[in-house]
């Protein structure tokens, strides 16, 4: 179970983190998304032992008791309820031997925890159900679970990371919130089902947060993550599994997902795996990271069945260079497992991390446009199954792929067969896909290209623009890039809203629980992710890979000044004013509508209000004027508003007499000296972003009172002599800085107690 707690100690874990044997993993891989709407808050994750490209997860905290089969591409094989246990927190699965010589079983921990407020926890334990992963979605109940209740030996602790030592049955438990150094706890084997056990604490980890882990199906392989990394460690063959953990962990590649907190081995630790929760709407991907192969050739993508030209003339395939060394295919042999064979009579040379396309065809007139680098003959790519061998000039098999049409081996007119990494295994099923990016010339494929999602570089205006009455957005699913500038401070520990231009379609949210701790209203950030949609309703980035901030912005976000009636819930702009900043004025037609929520209407209609981070009471048939962010929250359209100055009631503390003044001005304060509030006014003679702070006598910044977009006029503020964090300053000399535009000026004054 999560609390909103993404702390962050990098600084203090990079530190001690020295590396041991480093292993090599390549960057994350999507395999898929889970396909189940079941599963929406994945907490644990473990692949079988006993069959291929399955994997086992469950939700956490008060959910059913139930645990979800599902296959290595997100595929959903079915829901098994666990009979006669409840869900109070399961946070973690394992999988391994127990009681029963050749018998697998799942481990089930309800071990989670957030407060510190149970005294025993359970882990449950039930015979590893036969799943296949070319089955059908079913629902069954497992019975004769197994309950093994335990303890701490040091008081009630929260857990999410739970794994079983292969070698030796014990389960090892990790805890997730220490004031110091997380603990590893160990249940030795046997471990009762009769009596409450008291766990053995082993080792210490100068981590916080772990929640998720998982040990190699040999043992000597050891991985925890938290919501920023994955952390390995090796354990010698003559070691007790907890003392690997006195070696310092290496950091592993990881794609930071919202809420991620489910990872597992693959079989015989080839890769590793993650998924997330669906944090708020956002989609669960099926990350997999696999283990490098260095092998300098590699079968990479298949084209058997061309749409746009006849097969004989556009067939082609992909080889590879997955090694550090260029590679001639010279006097090698491509053949299939019959009689077609044809010798490579020329130089072919690969450069590493390139690419070759053979075809049939080399004649880019007829052959459908292919870039072809070699052309071959006495070979046939059959289109509904056939396989390719690449033999050395000593005869020995360099590669070899064997493919076929069907569920799990994509063979579609006009669509390539594509290896989702060269580090994968070619001769498994499950890691090609069918190639969903045009070629270019009507087909599908990357002919001499990796196989990867191209980002597309758009402005927030091409990605949320549409004219489905859905408001879903055209690149749904899909990474994209682009620079955007805050319109306002984040309205959680997780969600901000990015703009490019003060018009329609041109806002748009981001969910990214680690990417927030440094944003401001005004920040200029260029960044990459998945669009996806939330709750049917908002347009949303997740599962962010590229994340720069930039600079401040020269000037801030300008709020759209609309009517409410427009944007409210049923109006005819209200997707397309979707996350952009925009500013009503009305009368307060209803009082209250839930929390810290009420309406507001200027004659066009109501629009509701959301104000969740400060206290406002609002005054029936008063009017206001309101700048926020339009944003759809339980089921309506409203105006999210971060800054209780953002809410002007008929307006009072800064007004506008209403005449232009000809130049800029900042004039003294009054009264001066002050204790406690003084009065300081300015004067724009045009439309301006506006900052007006003040300073101590050191030049630290003790508050900001203005940080926004002013019309032309004379404005006056009041300042209370309250710092930024709420407390009254201290007696001494203050400055009161004004930015506008190119125009800037400092004034000095005295505050006395």
Same mark, same amino acid.
């Given at each position: 179970?999560?609390?909103?707690?993404?702390?962050?100690?990098?600084?203090?874990?990079?530190?001690?983190?020295?590396?041991?044997?480093?292993?090599?993993?390549?960057?994350?891989?999507?395999?898929?998304?889970?396909?189940?709407?079941?599963?929406? &808050?994945?907490?644990?994750?473990?692949?079988?032992?006993?069959?291929?490209?399955?994997?086992?997860?469950?939700?956490?905290?008060?959910?059913?008791?139930?645990?979800?089969?599902?296959?290595?591409?997100?595929?959903?094989?079915?829901?098994?309820?666990?009979?006669?246990?409840?869900?109070?927190?399961?946070?973690?699965?394992?999988?391994?031997?127990?009681?029963?010589?050749?018998?697998?079983?799942?481990?089930?921990?309800?071990?989670?925890?957030?407060?510190?407020?149970?005294?025993?926890?359970?882990?449950?334990?039930?015979?590893?159900?036969?799943? =296949?992963?070319?089955?059908?979605? &079913?629902?069954?109940?497992?019975?004769?679970?197994?309950?093994?209740? !335990?303890?701490?030996?040091?008081?009630?602790?929260?857990?999410?990371?739970?794994?079983?030592?292969?070698?030796?049955?014990?389960?090892?438990?990790?805890?997730?919130?220490?004031?110091?150094?997380?603990?590893?706890?160990?249940?030795?084997? *046997?471990?009762?089902?009769?009596?409450?056990?008291?766990?053995?604490?082993?080792?210490?980890? *100068?981590?916080?947060?772990?929640?998720?882990?998982?040990?190699?199906?040999?043992?000597?392989?050891?991985?925890?993550?938290?919501? /920023?990394?994955?952390?390995?460690?090796?354990?010698?063959?003559?070691?007790?599994?907890?003392?690997?953990?006195?070696?310092?962990?290496?950091?592993?590649?990881?794609?930071?997902?919202?809420?991620?907190?489910?990872?597992?081995?693959?079989?015989?630790?080839?890769? !590793?795996?993650?998924?997330?929760?669906?944090?708020?709407?956002?989609?669960?991907?099926?990350?997999?990271?696999?283990?490098?192969?260095?092998?300098?050739?590699?079968?990479?993508?298949?084209?058997?069945?061309?749409?746009?030209?006849?097969?004989?003339?556009?067939?082609?395939?992909?080889?590879?260079?997955?090694?550090?060394?260029?590679?001639?295919?010279?006097?090698?042999?491509? %053949?299939?497992?019959?009689?077609?064979?044809?010798?490579?009579?020329?130089?072919?040379?690969?450069?590493?991390?390139?690419?070759?396309?053979?075809?049939?065809?080399?004649?880019?007139?007829?052959?459908?446009?292919?870039?072809?680098?070699?052309?071959?003959?006495?070979?046939?790519?059959?289109?509904?199954?056939?396989?390719?061998?690449?033999?050395?000039?000593?005869?020995?098999?360099?590669?070899?792929?064997?493919?076929?049409?069907?569920?799990?081996?994509?063979?579609?007119?006009?669509?390539?067969?594509?290896?989702?990494?060269?580090?994968?295994?070619?001769?498994?099923?499950?890691?090609?896909?069918?190639?969903?990016?045009?070629?270019?010339?009507?087909?599908?494929?990357?002919?001499?290209?990796?196989?990867?999602?191209?980002?597309?570089?758009?402005?927030?205006?091409?990605?949320?623009?549409?004219?489905?009455?859905?408001?879903?957005?055209?690149?749904?699913?899909?990474?994209?890039?682009?620079?955007?500038?805050?319109?306002?401070?984040?309205?959680?520990?997780?969600?901000?809203?990015?703009?490019?231009?003060?018009?329609?379609?041109?806002?748009?949210?981001?969910?990214?629980?680690?990417?927030? +701790?440094? +944003?401001? %209203?005004?920040?200029?950030?260029?960044?990459?992710?998945?669009?996806?949609?939330?709750?049917?309703?908002?347009?949303?980035?997740?599962?962010?890979? &590229?994340?720069?901030?930039?600079? %401040?912005?020269?000037?801030?976000?300008?709020?759209?000044?609309?009517?409410?009636?427009?944007?409210?819930?049923?109006?005819?702009?209200?997707?397309?004013?979707?996350?952009?900043?925009?500013?009503?004025?009305?009368?307060?037609?209803?009082?209250?509508?839930?929390?810290?929520?009420?309406?507001?209407?200027?004659?066009?209609?109501?629009?509701?209000?959301?104000?969740?981070?400060?206290?406002?009471?609002?005054?029936?048939?008063?009017?206001?004027?309101?700048?926020?962010?339009?944003?759809?929250?339980?089921?309506?359209?409203?105006?999210?508003?971060?800054?209780?100055?953002?809410?002007?009631?008929?307006?009072?503390?800064?007004?506008?007499?209403?005449?232009?003044?000809?130049?800029?001005?900042?004039?003294?304060?009054?009264?001066?000296?002050?204790?406690?509030?003084?009065?300081?006014?300015?004067?724009?003679?045009?439309?301006?972003?506006?900052?007006?702070?003040?300073?101590?006598?050191?030049? =630290?910044?003790?508050?900001?009172?203005? /940080? /926004?977009?002013?019309?032309?006029?004379?404005?006056?503020?009041?300042?209370?002599?309250?710092?930024?964090?709420?407390?009254?300053?201290?007696?001494?000399?203050?400055?009161?800085?004004?930015?506008?535009?190119?125009?800037?000026?400092?004034?000095?004054?005295?505050?006395?107690?």
């Amino acid at each position: 179970m999560k609390l909103s707690m993404t702390i962050l100690i990098i600084s203090g874990i990079m530190a001690t983190i020295v590396a041991q044997v480093q292993p090599e993993f390549s960057d994350g891989v999507i395999m898929g998304i889970l396909e189940s709407p079941e599963i929406d &808050e994945a907490s644990g994750l473990v692949h079988s032992r006993n069959h291929d490209h399955v994997l086992w997860t469950h939700n956490d905290t008060y959910s059913l008791n139930r645990v979800f089969a599902l296959d290595t591409r997100g595929r959903n094989l079915g829901e098994y309820y666990i009979d006669g246990v409840e869900n109070r927190d399961w946070e973690d699965i394992a999988i391994g031997p127990g009681p029963e010589e050749g018998v697998d079983y799942l481990y089930v921990g309800e071990i989670g925890d957030n407060y510190a407020q149970y005294d025993l926890k359970y882990i449950y334990r039930i015979p590893e159900p036969d799943v =296949q992963y070319d089955q059908s979605p &079913e629902v069954n109940t497992l019975y004769d679970v197994e309950t093994i209740t !335990y303890q701490y030996p040091d008081g009630a602790r929260d857990s999410e990371a739970m794994f079983l030592d292969p070698r030796t049955k014990d389960l090892y438990i990790i805890s997730k919130r220490e004031f110091e150094d997380i603990r590893v706890y160990r249940a030795a084997y *046997p471990q009762s089902t009769t009596e409450v056990i008291t766990l053995d604490s082993v080792a210490t980890l *100068p981590l916080y947060l772990i929640c998720g882990g998982d040990v190699s199906d040999s043992g000597l392989e050891i991985i925890l993550k938290d919501y /920023d990394f994955v952390y390995y460690w090796q354990r010698a063959e003559d070691q007790n599994l907890w003392e690997a953990f006195n070696s310092e962990a290496v950091i592993l590649p990881y794609i930071r997902e919202p809420q991620g907190e489910a990872l597992c081995w693959a079989p015989g630790a080839s890769g !590793y795996f993650t998924t997330s929760e669906l944090w708020y709407g956002s989609l669960g991907y099926l990350h997999y990271y696999p283990r490098l192969t260095p092998n300098p050739v590699v079968i990479n993508e298949i084209m058997a069945d061309p749409a746009n030209v006849d097969d004989a003339l556009g067939e082609w395939f992909e080889i590879h260079n997955n090694s550090n060394t260029e590679i001639d295919l010279n006097g090698m042999t491509i %053949k299939d497992l019959v009689s077609d064979q044809h010798i490579i009579n020329e130089t072919l040379v690969i450069q590493p991390g390139e690419f070759a396309v053979l075809a049939a065809n080399s004649d880019d007139n007829t052959n459908g446009q292919v870039q072809v680098d070699y052309q071959y003959d006495n070979f046939i790519l059959d289109n509904e199954g056939d396989a390719i061998l690449i033999l050395s000039s000593a005869g020995s098999v360099m590669d070899s792929v064997v493919y076929e049409n069907g569920r799990y081996t994509p063979g579609t007119e006009g669509v390539s067969r594509a290896l989702l990494s060269p580090n994968m295994d070619n001769g498994d099923c499950m890691n090609w896909k069918e190639w969903d990016i045009s070629d270019g010339s009507g087909d599908f494929g990357t002919p001499g290209h990796p196989n990867i999602i191209p980002t597309h570089e758009l402005s927030i205006l091409d990605i949320q623009y549409t004219e489905d009455p859905s408001g879903v957005s055209p690149y749904i699913n899909q990474k994209v890039s682009f620079t955007g500038i805050m319109s306002s401070d984040p309205i959680s520990d997780y969600v901000f809203f990015l703009q490019d231009i003060s018009e329609m379609w041109s806002g748009i949210c981001v969910r990214d629980s680690w990417q927030v +701790l440094d +944003l401001a %209203k005004g920040d200029s950030v260029y960044i990459e992710g998945i669009v996806s949609e939330t709750f049917g309703g908002i347009t949303q980035l997740a599962n962010t890979s &590229e994340f720069t901030i930039l600079k %401040k912005a020269a000037e801030l976000i300008v709020p759209v000044e609309v009517t409410t009636g427009e944007i409210a819930t049923g109006g005819p702009h209200t997707e397309a004013y979707e996350c952009v900043l925009v500013k009503v004025t009305g009368s307060c037609s209803t009082a209250e509508s839930g929390y810290r929520e009420w309406e507001v209407d200027d004659g066009s209609g109501p629009l509701r209000v959301y104000h969740p981070h400060f206290d406002l009471t609002p005054t029936l048939g008063e009017t206001y004027e309101i700048t926020g962010v339009l944003y759809y929250r339980l089921g309506v359209f409203k105006i999210y508003v971060a800054d209780p100055d953002h809410v002007i009631i008929n307006p009072t503390g800064t007004k506008d007499n209403g005449e232009a003044p000809a130049r800029y001005e900042l004039s003294q304060n009054y009264p001066n000296p002050f204790n406690p509030t003084t009065t300081i006014s300015y004067s724009l003679p045009e439309q301006s972003t506006v900052r007006l702070k003040i300073f101590d006598i050191r030049g =630290q910044e003790v508050a900001t009172l203005q /940080d /926004d977009v002013k019309s032309p006029g004379n404005y006056e503020v009041q300042w209370d002599g309250i710092n930024a964090v709420g407390l009254p300053v201290s007696t001494g000399v203050y400055f009161a800085h004004l930015q506008a535009g190119e125009y800037s000026q400092t004034i000095k004054m005295l505050y006395l107690k």
